[in-house]
């Protein structure tokens, strides 16, 4: 079980915080207020800076906004970043058939994984699904 995860896009090695350009966080159970699954993006304009003042007058600056992405267990991944930045060209990728199915792969065991989890916490809707997909009957239930 995760208890905190980081992934960090930046434009160069570790150099402080001024090369970062966003970061996806992860922290069970967070004791403040804040989504357990969040991102941050390290970056301004003028209308963020607009929309950032809060009800308290305090600025919040877009990198200190924590926006939601998924929760728990739907939360983005490494793979997700490798993606993002193969498809917007912006990183040289392997052949098309060999990136994809890696990440593929990997995502994979991931959803599987927090699928699983999933049902453990929701059992009945993952059985009141398939009864209705015609994947369990009943005389499957009482077993």
Request: hydrophobic residues 35%; glycine residues 4%; positive net charge.
């Amino acid at each position: 079980m995760v208890q905190s995860s980081a992934m960090t896009l930046r434009t160069a090695p570790v150099i402080a915080n001024a090369n970062m350009l966003l970061h996806y966080d992860y922290e069970r159970d967070k004791e403040d207020h804040y989504p357990e699954a969040h991102l941050q993006i390290c970056a301004t304009s003028e209308e963020w800076q607009r929309a950032g003042v809060r009800l308290d007058g305090d600025e919040r600056l877009l990198s200190k906004l924590h926006l939601p992405l998924g929760g728990r267990r739907f939360r983005p991944t490494l793979e997700d970043i490798i993606e993002f930045l193969i498809v917007e060209k912006l990183v040289e990728a392997r052949p098309r058939r060999q990136w994809t199915k890696a990440i593929e792969t990997s995502r994979e065991k991931f959803r599987e994984k927090q699928l699983r989890a999933a049902i453990r916490r929701y059992p009945h809707v993952a059985l009141n699904q398939l009864r209705k997909d015609g994947k369990l009957g009943k005389a499957e239930d009482a077993g």
